[in-house]
């Protein structure tokens, strides 16, 4: 517990023992009077004075209570909140063009993580990264989230497909610098990223990977920092095919990879057969519930009771003497 005005608890501890010591001695002069006019105060009678004491009890033990109302004291409690950075990443490589669901697989995606971002809380900021053989942000994390969505809505498909440089990518924007693994054959340990428990990253892929740093390494400094991964797979077992520069090129669902991402991390795998469950996929997403400590200021509180204390004291006293003294 803290205090605004630490020097006002010494006026109230110097004011409550005086109003107490004034008491004490008021009472000691009248006892003392009444002695002097030879009234003997019996059991009844002592009994009876000390109920004559409890009016004041309750006024006395009010003032200390205002009195350090004015001091302003301040604790903190903890306040759970759906909170943290949800980063989105989005494959957009030349096989998410695939048509395996309607209208595509980028297509169904976009729609299904526009649901999600409209169902967040604003204490949740959302950033989106887009990736092929190179990644990029194409929004930072942002409690505003028409900007995710208008980010999610400017996806377009093309290139091959680096689902290690993803992850880097989106590591990258939630520690705020650049983020990179070691090379494979040096000694060099992997960077410390310190912990971000509050974030999650959410991927979108079908899972191929046709270069780039090893997409189970990344996972793993994710993992080292704290950072949870969801994927969520994009297509069928059948596939499809796609059109690259003339060429027909067949494309499927890689399950296992992305399972595997998501293991390493603590995070899950869900597949999307069609666009329908697709949304039922994002919409199963949990955010992860955090306390975040929040200052409280006492004073009400002490106030009232201090005003409860005067009213029962003022109760007490007006039928004891059928009025206030």
């Known amino acids: 517990m803290s ?9 109230a501890a110097v004011l409550s023992a005086a109003a107490v ?3 004490v001695l008021l009472q000691r002069r009248r006892a003392a009077a009444l002695s002097a006019a030879g009234l003997d105060l019996t059991a009844g009678s002592r009994r009876a004075g000390a109920s004559r004491h409890l009016p004041y009890a309750f006024l006395l033990a009010a003032l200390p ?3 350090i109302g004015l001091a302003r004291p301040e604790t903190t409690v903890a306040v759970p909140r759906a909170a943290g950075t949800v980063v989105l990443l ?3 490589s030349n096989s998410m063009a695939a048509e395996d669901l309607e209208p595509s697989r980028l297509g169904a995606a ?22 092929g053989q190179q990644a990029l942000t194409t929004q930072q994390p942002t409690d505003d989230h028409d900007r995710a969505v208008a980010a999610i809505g400017r996806l377009r498909t093309g290139g091959g497909t680096s689902l290690g440089q993803a992850i880097l990518a989106a590591l990258s924007t939630i520690v705020g610098k ?11 340990p992997p960077p410390d990223l310190g912990y971000w428990g509050s974030a999650t990253v959410v991927l979108f892929s079908d899972g191929e ?3 780039g740093p090893d997409a189970e390494a990344a996972a793993d400094l994710a993992a080292r920092a704290g950072v949870r991964i969801e994927t969520i797979g994009i297509g069928t077992d059948r596939g499809s095919t796609v059109e690259v520069d003339g060429f027909q090129l067949a494309t499927a669902l890689n399950e296992e990879l992305l399972t595997s991402i998501a293991g390493i ?4 795998y869900r597949p999307a057969r069609d666009a329908g469950s697709l949304a039922d996929v994002t919409d199963s997403i949990e955010l992860r519930v955090y306390t975040q400590d929040k200052p409280v200021e006492l004073t009400g509180l002490l106030a009232g009771a201090g005003l409860v204390l005067l009213v029962i004291g003022s109760v007490l006293m007006t039928r004891a003497y059928g009025r206030l003294v």
Do not use: C
């Open 178 to 188: 650049p983020v990179s693994l070691p090379d494979p054959d040096s000694p060099e």
């Open 209 to 211: 990977q046709t270069g």
């Open 90 to 92: 989005f494959d957009v």
């Open 265 to 268: 991390t603590g995070g899950s």
């Open 110 to 131: 976009q729609a299904a993580a526009t649901s999600f971002v409209r169902a967040q809380p604003d204490s949740v900021d959302i950033g989106v990264v887009m990736f």
């Open 3 to 11: 205090f605004h005005h630490p020097l006002l608890l010494v006026v």
């Open 65 to 67: 209570l205002l009195l």
């Open 21 to 23: 010591a004034a008491y």
